[in-house]
């Protein structure tokens, strides 16, 4: 089960790598799509929302790609994700039932609800400054590459 979409995944993967490049200028789509593992076409498509919502610029020709706008300190998890999915003030059943409430519950009812609500705080918290912190201090952390580091000897 993923917790976002693949548009909102992308997007975070894709602003951790332009957080992760911050003061080196514009990124090209070519060079970020190879790096990433994301299709250059779907990239474009995946970033220009943030566009229009203020995270992040564009600009085209020579020197141009994309770049933050903002700090990464000031852009959360949840300013992209919300550009893609919309985290529901419920979360729908774990167990797939149609009605699945307090007073209706299934016999995961209440751990789901906390476990939503945590993860809820953790995307509204955590920055892309935290992202890129955890990939610096994680040596066999190759995020937001796609696949994994080579085990360490």
């Not at 250059?40 to 994309?66: D, N």
């Not at 933050?68 to 992209?80: H, S, T, W």
């Not at 985290?87 to 995961?108: D, F, H, I, K, Y």
């Amino acid at each position: 089960m993923n917790a976002f979409s693949h548009s909102a995944e992308y997007a975070i993967r894709a602003l951790t790598h332009l957080a992760q490049q911050r003061g080196d200028g514009f990124s090209l789509v070519r060079d970020m799509s190879e790096r990433l593992g994301i299709p250059a076409a779907f990239l474009v498509k995946v970033l220009r929302p943030l566009v229009g919502r203020g995270l992040i610029e564009s600009r085209r020709g020579r020197g141009g790609g994309y770049r933050l706008l903002r700090p990464p300190g000031q852009v959360r998890l949840y300013d992209i994700v919300d550009a893609y999915d919309r985290l529901a003030a419920e979360p729908s059943c774990a167990l797939g039932q149609a009605v699945c409430t307090n007073a209706r519950a299934c016999p995961m009812h209440g751990y789901w609800k906390d476990a939503f609500a945590a993860f809820q705080t953790y995307v509204a918290e955590t920055t892309l400054d935290d992202m890129v912190q955890f990939c610096r201090q994680q040596t066999d952390c190759a995020y937001p590459a796609l696949g994994s580091a080579a085990p360490s000897a």
